[in-house]
């Protein structure tokens, strides 16, 4: 339950080291805001009425809120460190000074740097938002104007362009095998 709630923030294939008492280290990136290791724990108690009576449910109701209070602790965390990586780089937007969410996502694709993956796709950046702030987005994205739609859509092919180059020099960095 852990990895599936992990792998919806961190793709499985990636891969770092961690130093004994120190931070994930990951050799081809400058350091990150925060590396240290963040200590996620759960607490539970089980009534010894339930044991003695051999209450196998107990199982099911434990297991379930250990996995989920482990897992918003991790999405804290996780929140946290993304989150102070964008402050540190100036990364950050705020929909209100925008004046919309489509604004203010123009603004956001502006200000970053896509990737690209092993497999040669350009990484398109995701969004991770509460139901509530979802239903307010997808009401103000329903009413984008073509401008505004249009704009976005070319800083995104620029952007895209943009890490196809810098993925091609950097593999031109490389030596080649001879036939």
Do not use: C
């Not at 992990?6 to 130093?19: H, P, T, W």
């Not at 724990?41 to 199982?59: M, Q, T």
């Not at 946290?80 to 929909?95: I, Q």
């Amino acid at each position: 339950m852990q990895m599936q709630s992990q792998a919806m923030f961190v793709d499985e294939g990636n891969i770092l080291r961690m130093n004994h008492g120190a931070g994930w280290i990951h050799s081809a990136r400058e350091e990150d805001p925060d590396t240290t290791m963040h200590q996620i724990s759960a607490e539970w108690v089980i009534p010894f009425k339930d044991l003695a009576d051999n209450d196998l449910g107990l199982i099911a109701r434990s297991i379930l809120p250990i996995s989920e209070g482990m897992q918003r602790q991790f999405a804290e965390n996780m929140y946290g460190v993304v989150g102070a990586a964008a402050e540190k780089v100036g990364n950050v937007v705020d929909a209100r000074a925008a004046g919309s969410f489509p604004q203010s996502m123009l603004e956001m694709m502006k200000k970053i740097e896509l990737g690209v993956d092993r497999d040669g796709n350009v990484s398109m950046p995701q969004t991770h938002v509460s139901a509530e702030t979802f239903e307010r987005m997808k009401s103000e994205f329903e009413n984008v104007s073509p401008e505004l739609e249009a704009e976005f859509e070319r800083v995104k092919a620029e952007k895209v362009q943009a890490a196809l180059h810098k993925e091609a020099e950097r593999k031109a960095r490389f030596k080649t095998a001879k036939p």
